[in-house]
């Protein structure tokens, strides 16, 4: 055990040898590190472990805390020293990943400036985070946000010719009490066929005004291409959209059948979710139109308002058969961001309330940058080829111009 008295190499090496089975290498690097952090943490706290230095000493050690490390020559348990005062991560560990640095910086952030909660209070505790200075916290922030500025303005290069935008309500903190804003995200499929999240912004609230000032950002890095644009119905976004980017708009499937259960009894609920879920699962946008028909017809009697509102609704919630097959299942719905907001909002449960708007941003942005990154060593969320088989057709071509466009290329290419 670590908090027993260390043994010299010497004694530590005749141990492992007189071991019958003794993994001598892996015995030897777990000696090795263990040198290391005691070492590093006489450092910080400006004494040896057991000596007596109350005049030089610069913090006190707390424990010890257990982590297994996966190495080269297998599976190492580490007893890692603690501070009562900072933290103390070991030099040849890896870091935290960055959304999880700026995790910890958002906690710090709250914590310094006062404004963090009881649950926030012991998340710093158990991260040996109290002793640290507004001014290191900044230092931190700082790092991280320059990441996120570079990753929010950077160029977009290249065509995307399917566009997700969707918003998240955040909890901020202002002077004269707790906001309720609007995080606004934009994900994209790039000419490649690869998933890439192009920037995010926090606002007010979400307003026709506010999506086309970020649309318009969007734009002026160089977004392009754009064939569809897929979001929830919310008339200031559908206003920014036909106004900045002029594409074809995809409704939100799931959200549309989500407020139609909202219109109509509850024991109709089943059968009406089962009518429109075939609508979306039809083989051709014939086919789909013959059946939205047949459902609004059906409705007319039990729910005469969802019946009158999907007839409404017809050509947004179709939009999707107008692209290739295999898009389909992708386009029909905000599912892929709503998956990425998950992940923010199991970040924002442990912070509770951001204490600014930066902080929402830096946690948000850390985020996405993880995921674009995954995304981009991945196999490709949509093929090439049918990529380029959007691009090449006209903006407001029909599904049978897409499919004779695919049959004359597969013609081609078997000649």
């Known amino acids: 055990m670590a908090e027993a008295q260390r043994m010299t190499a010497r004694e530590a090496a005749n141990n492992v040898m007189a071991l019958e089975h003794a993994d001598v290498l892996r015995e030897s690097v777990a000696l090795m590190v ?90 710093v505790e158990q991260m040996g985070l109290r002793g640290l200075s507004k001014d290191q916290v900044s230092r931190m922030c700082r790092g991280l946000d320059e990441q996120v ?84 119905a919310h008339q200031g976004l559908r206003n920014a959209i036909a106004r900045v980017l002029g594409c074809r708009w995809q409704r939100c499937t799931v959200h549309f059948l989500r407020d139609m259960l909202g219109h109509c009894a509850r024991q109709h609920q089943p059968m009406i979710a089962t009518a429109i879920r075939q609508i979306f699962n039809a083989d051709t946008g014939a086919e789909a139109r013959e059946r939205l028909t047949e459902v609004v017809e059906r409705l007319e009697g039990p729910a005469p308002k969802v019946a009158r509102l999907l007839d409404e609704a017809a050509e947004e919630l179709l939009a999707f058969y107008s692209f290739p097959r295999e898009h389909w299942p992708k386009l029909r719905s905000t599912n892929p961001l709503e998956r990425v907001n998950k992940e923010i909002g199991r970040r924002s449960d442990v912070v509770g309330i951001y204490p600014n708007d930066k902080a929402l941003i830096r946690l948000a942005g850390m985020l996405l940058i993880e995921q674009t990154d995954e995304w981009l060593v991945q196999r490709r969320y949509l093929s090439e080829h049918s990529i380029k088989l959007v691009l090449s057709t006209e903006p407001g071509q029909s599904e049978h111009d897409l499919t004779k466009n695919n049959k004359k290329e597969a013609d081609q290419l078997a000649a």
């Open 149 to 232: 500025r570079a990753f929010r303005q950077r160029p977009l290069r290249g065509a995307y010719p399917y566009l997700w935008l969707d918003a998240k309500v955040e909890r901020v903190r202002e002077p004269g009490g707790v906001r309720q804003k609007a995080l606004v995200i934009a994900y994209a499929v790039h000419e490649t066929g690869v998933r890439e999240v192009l920037g995010l912004d926090v606002g007010e609230a979400e307003t026709e005004a506010f999506w086309t000032e970020f649309l318009f950002s969007l734009k002026a890095r160089g977004l392009a291409g754009v064939r569809l644009c897929v979001s929830d």
């Open 34 to 123: 263990r040198e290391i952090m005691e070492v590093e943490v006489a450092r910080l706290a400006g004494a040896e472990l057991g000596e007596r230095a109350p005049g030089e000493r610069l913090a006190q050690r707390n424990g010890y805390r257990e982590r297994r490390w996966d190495t080269r020559v297998g599976e190492i348990e580490l007893a890692i020293p603690r501070l009562r005062t900072g933290s103390y991560l070991p030099s040849f560990l890896e870091p935290r990943r960055r959304a999880e640095q700026a995790l910890v910086a958002v906690v710090q952030e709250a914590y310094v400036n006062g404004v963090s909660t009881r649950k926030v209070d012991r998340l």
